[in-house]
């Protein structure tokens, strides 16, 4: 047993005469240590790089080694690769692009939302339920009876109590005319500020800003009621 497992030891050596197998031996020793590495990192950005590194490598082994089957796996997931950690880094720079500015919340994420028609008097949550969905009125009017306000075509709303710390709305909506809505779920968006945490935080600060606003225009309303 010990005299065949030399014998194949020295040939694996013996055929690393060949320029082509040294590579493919460097090759595949990345693409290894990169699987490794990987193990270890937590965010999915920096994981899919890795995982797109492992593919090169891996190709790079599987052709020249050759190992048709290596290959070819690892030439199917290259792309698939490169496509999620592009539309991640795409994601991220939208939030950036948007820092600050609430309104545009909906533009990105309308990708990942979910369209419903709803008709008139529709109750979309009441007041004291769960939040586990951010709203985009698309279409049509929205009434918040424990806010008196109304909202109009073009508005984020649902977006504060879905961060609030016990995850309750303060206010129920109730469709005052035929409505398109876009909504995304709690679980959705976890897995996009799990795949970039920096995505996350671009989202909470646009929305500490809607609430901010929300603040600025209670409190100028109360000024103009005083005078």
């Excluded at 500015?101 to 008097?121: C, E, F």
């Excluded at 769960?130 to 073009?154: I, K, N």
């Excluded at 109590?161 to 109730?174: E, I, K, T």
Aim: hydrophobic share 45%.
């Amino acid at each position: 047993m010990l005299e065949t497992l030399t014998q194949l030891v020295l040939a694996q050596w013996a055929a690393l005469d060949d320029p082509r197998e040294w590579w493919a031996v460097v090759a595949g020793a990345v693409g290894g240590v990169l699987i490794i590495i990987s193990a270890f990192v937590r965010t999915m950005v920096p994981l899919r790089w890795l995982a797109v590194g492992s593919n090169i490598g891996f190709v790079f082994y599987g052709v020249l080694h050759p190992s048709p089957m290596v290959a070819v796996l690892h030439i199917v997931l290259l792309p698939v690769n490169i496509w999620r950690v592009t539309d991640m880094i795409r994601l991220t720079r939208r939030a950036r692009a948007t820092a600050g500015d609430g309104g545009q919340l909906q533009v990105w994420l309308k990708p990942y939302m979910r369209v419903r028609r709803r008709r008139p008097g529709a109750v979309i949550f009441r007041s004291g339920d769960v939040a586990d969905r951010l709203y985009y009125l698309v279409e049509g009017t929205v009434d918040l009876p424990e806010l008196g306000r109304t909202l109009e075509a073009g508005q984020m709303f649902g977006e504060i109590a879905f961060f609030a710390p016990d995850r309750r709305r303060s206010s129920g909506a109730v469709c005052r005319t035929g409505c398109t809505l876009m909504s995304i779920d709690e679980d959705t968006f976890k897995q996009l500020c799990h795949q970039d945490p920096d995505f996350g935080f671009h989202v909470v600060s646009l929305i500490a800003a809607r609430l901010a606003s929300d603040v600025t225009r209670l409190r100028q309303q109360r000024e103009g009621a005083a005078t």
